[in-house]
C-alpha cells in the first residue's frame, strides 16, 4: 500500500519539490498550507506520516505538533530553518521523529521520510499505534488503551499521559513535558496534578497487573514507562 504523507508547509514551492519527491519513491503526498488544515487533514484519517514546517503562517509547527500528539502517535518530522529552532526539536521534547534543516535536498528528506517509517513499523495504520513488544494496545481513534489485553478506563488526562510514555519506553518525562502534551492550558495547572494522574494511572495499571510496576519514578526529574518487559 502506499504510504500517505501529510505535508504541512506554507512555502508551495518547498512543498512541490517534496510532493515530487515522495511521489518518485511510491508514496502519496498530500499538501496543507496551514497548520489548522493539516489537524483537519489529519483527522480524517489515513496518514502514515506528517512533515511538518515549524515556520507556519497560522500556528508554530510546535504548537501544531503538541497538538496533533494530544490524540495520535504518528509520525512527525520537522523542517526547520533556524538554529534555535532546531535546538528545540533536538530537545525531543516534542515527540517528533526526526527532523531536516533548511534548505535541505528532496533526497535526504525522503531518506529520513522511509527511514522513519520503518522504524514506526512495517505497513501499520499510524493511527492505531499497537505499542510493539509491550503489553499496551493503544486505540488512537477511540482514545482506549488496553493493558494484558484489558481495556483500562482512563480520564482524558490519563489517556494522554499513559499514551505518550508508551510512545517512548525508558524516557523520563518531566512534569512540565507531561504537561505540555496532556493539557489544554498547561499554565492553568500545578506540577503535582502530574504526580496525581500519575498516582491513579498505576491504580488502574495495578489493579489490572499487581506485581508489574508499569510507570518508574525518577526523582526530582519525572516519570518513564518501563523499558523492558
Ligand atoms: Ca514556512
Redesign the pocket.
Known sequence: MRKRILII???PG?AENISYALETEGMEPAWCGTGREGLEKLEAGGVDLVIL?????DAD?FEVCREIRRTSGVPVIF?T?RKDEIDRVVGLELGADDYVVKPFSPRELTARVKAVLRRAGNGEAADKATAVGLPFDVDEKRLAITYYGKRLELSRYEYRILRTLIRRPGWVYSRDMLMEIAWEEPGSSMDRTVDAHIKNLRAKLHAVKPEVEAIKTHRGTGYSLRERW
Open positions: 508547509e506554507d512555502e518547498v514546517d515549524v515556520g507556519l503562517p509547527g523542517l530553518a
